[in-house]
Antibody, heavy 118, light 112 residues
């Protein structure tokens, strides 16, 4: 079964750092385009970052310079390192797979909540 | 920041047909990039509903259909059912360097 399971969310103070993980099963992370998408409370979906199968990465302007996407091929796991966190980063973070850049996101993980607050 | 515009809400009685529009621009839907649709039930992760403008993944009822024309796309739900009450989002690739993937603003479907 193709599945994604996120972890690592929690309550963090502004300016702090957090690393999210997304463990994949049923497919190989390194052979796919993998993205992070977030959803602030009561708001819509916002694409955050993508890592291509070749390793190239891209970020939304809102997180550029603060977030880093990466993967560990031996663990078949995707990561999102989040630094200099702000209140506006508070959201449920989902990881999702796309085979190529124009493909749909499928599947999605269940999401992990990040709350940035003092 | 969403660059695909959807109506905030639509509603219909059970059995009726509702449509949701998704308006984009020349950097996303316009150049021919596919539009995908997702259904998000309360408290759950989004689920792929329509891909490649009009294709349904296995298991999605044929009550759901999608179409695309120019810089816009539409999702139609015919024979509306209580379990269709959810948020719906369109999504497309964006060729501008600051976006790559863009989502619609989201539409809440209410079954009266």
């Amino acid at each position: 079964e193709v599945q994604l399971v996120e972890s690592g969310g929690g309550l963090i103070q502004p300016g702090g750092s957090l690393r999210l993980s997304c463990a994949a099963s049923g497919f190989t992370v390194s052979s796919n385009y993998m993205s992070w998408v977030r959803q602030a409370p009561g708001k819509g979906l916002e694409w955050v970052s993508v890592i291509y199968s070749g390793g190239t990465t891209y970020y939304a302007d809102s997180v550029k310079g603060r977030f880093t996407i990466s993967r560990d091929n031996s663990k078949n796991t995707l990561y999102l390192q989040m630094n200099s966190l702000r209140a506006e980063d508070t959201a449920v973070y989902y990881c999702a797979r796309a085979s190529i850049g124009t493909d749909p996101f499928d599947p999605w993980g269940q999401g992990t909540l990040v709350t940035v607050s003092s | 920041q969403s660059v695909l515009t959807q109506p905030p809400s639509v509603s219909g009685a059970p059995g009726q047909r509702v449509t949701i529009s998704c308006t984009g621009s020349s950097s996303n839907i316009g150049p021919g990039y596919d539009v995908h649709w997702y259904q998000q039930l309360p408290g759950t992760a989004p689920k792929l509903l329509i891909y490649g403008n009009s294709n349904r993944p296995s298991g999605v009822p044929d009550r759901f259909s999608g179409s695309k024309s120019g810089t816009s796309a539409s999702l139609a739900i015919t024979g509306l059912q209580a379990e269709d009450e959810a948020d719906y989002y369109c999504q497309s690739y964006d060729s501008s360097l600051s976006a790559f993937n863009v989502f619609g603003t989201g539409t809440k479907v209410t079954v009266l």
